[in-house]
């Protein structure tokens, strides 16, 4: 139980495109989901936090006409990295959560690469 | 804000070997999990623990959340190739702070065959 699908795993494109990463929930329903942002060696870094139905909660310096997120359903949320830059390219990590009080579980993460 | 700090930053060890890590708060935690990362991968949840002096395993795995609720180790017992990742702790503060995660540096797990 408790599986995270995040699609696409990796994408590589032109600088100037927008990019859309989906995170979903395949067996439970997440009223929480959460982004993170991942560089090689590192600690995961937390980007935003959503919840079904709101707007989305942004950390502090995360830019959030940049990187654009729906939380439409209990089910799936979206990133959307919006004019993706070179120092964009990361590895972006989704969780989700059924409860305040419950354990994150992650999706596999999409290494994005921006040419 | 929380931080956690992780150590070791990282680990060689034989085969069958047991392994310590462990992670600090100046700040007290209600929740604190582990997990492991494999390259290319998200972290995969090993444990969660909910209540300060407890003490949960998880197969080879043990966990332990501090009774100062602002510590938790994880041991390994008779480490094996395939526990080769880099373990994650994490904490959750107050329920003021919502369900977010402060996550440790992580410690990067080598084993030898």
């Known amino acids: 139980g408790a599986v995270v699908s995040q699609h696409p795993s990796r994408v590589i494109c032109k600088s100037g495109t927008s990019v859309k990463i989906e995170c979903r929930s395949l067996d439970f329903q997440a009223t929480t989901m959460f982004w993170y942002r991942q560089f090689p060696k590192q600690s995961l870094m937390l980007m935003a936090t959503s919840n079904e139905g709101s707007k989305a909660t942004y950390e502090q310096g995360v830019e959030k006409d940049k990187f654009l997120i729906n939380h439409a359903s209990l089910t799936l949320s979206t990133l959307t990295v919006t004019s993706a830059h070179p120092e964009d390219s990361s590895f972006y990590i989704c969780?989700?959560?059924?409860?305040?009080?419950?354990?994150?579980?992650f999706g596999d993460g999409t290494r994005l690469s921006i040419l | 804000g929380q931080q956690l700090n992780q150590s070791p930053q990282s680990m060689f060890i034989q085969e069958g070997e047991d392994v310590s890590m462990n992670c600090t708060s100046s700040?007290?935690?209600?929740?604190w999990l582990w997990y492991k990362q494999e390259p290319g991968e998200g972290p995969v949840l090993l444990i969660a623990l909910y209540k300060a002096g407890e003490l949960t395993s998880n197969g080879r795995l043990t966990a332990q959340f501090g009774i100062t609720r602002k510590d938790s180790f994880l041991n390994i017992s008779a480490s094996i190739p395939s526990d080769v990742g880099i373990y994650f702790c994490?904490?959750?503060?107050?329920?003021?702070?919502?369900?977010?995660?402060?996550f440790g540096e992580g410690t990067q797990l080598t084993v030898n065959p």
């Open positions: 994490a904490g959750r503060g107050s329920e003021t702070s919502g369900s977010r995660l402060t």
């Open positions: 700040s007290i935690f209600n929740t």
């Open positions: 969780s989700a959560s059924t409860g305040l009080v419950q354990p994150q579980h």
